[in-house]
Nanobody, 128 residues
Framework: QPQLVESGGGLVQPGESLRLSCAPS????????LGWFRRAPGKEREGVSC????????YSTNPVKGRFAIVRDNAARTVYLQMNRLKPEDTAVYYC?????????????????????WGQGTQVTVAS
């Protein structure tokens, strides 16, 4: 059963940084594009940052551009979400996801309904 395991969430103050990590279990993600999504209380799940299979293309939603960065380390078999200058509105459960994408190695689409494999989520809370 393919799975993704996230780590790195927690409680931080506004302006601080966090790095989320995600690793695969039970499958070879070399043929997958990867993404980070979040669901805030009372809101729908949204794409935050996604990266193509070959790592050459990334996408970030406007509210996090310039603050968040997605990095894919295939050697370490880990994808990271570096989150800087966090804001209270970034509070959410963050999910890692993977989508088989061997035919589209440069595509970094970030629609949640495209993704096949999901992690359990990690809570990020930004509060004073």
């Amino acid at each position: 059963q393919p799975q993704l395991v996230e780590s790195g969430g927690g409680l931080v103050q506004p302006g601080e940084s966090l790095r989320l990590s995600c690793a695969p279990s039970g499958f070879n993600w070399d043929s997958y594009r990867l993404g980070w999504f979040r669901r805030a209380p009372g809101k729908e799940r949204e794409g935050v940052s996604c990266i193509s299979l070959n790592g050459g293309t990334t996408y970030s939603t406007n509210p996090v551009k310039g603050r968040f960065a997605i990095v894919r380390d295939n050697a370490a078999r880990t994808v990271y979400l570096q989150m800087n200058r966090l804001k209270p509105e970034d509070t959410a459960v963050y999910y890692c996801a993977a989508k088989r994408a061997s035919l589209m190695p440069n595509y970094a689409g970030c629609s949640a309904n495209e993704y096949d494999v999901w992690g359990q989520g990690t809570q990020v809370t930004v509060a004073s």
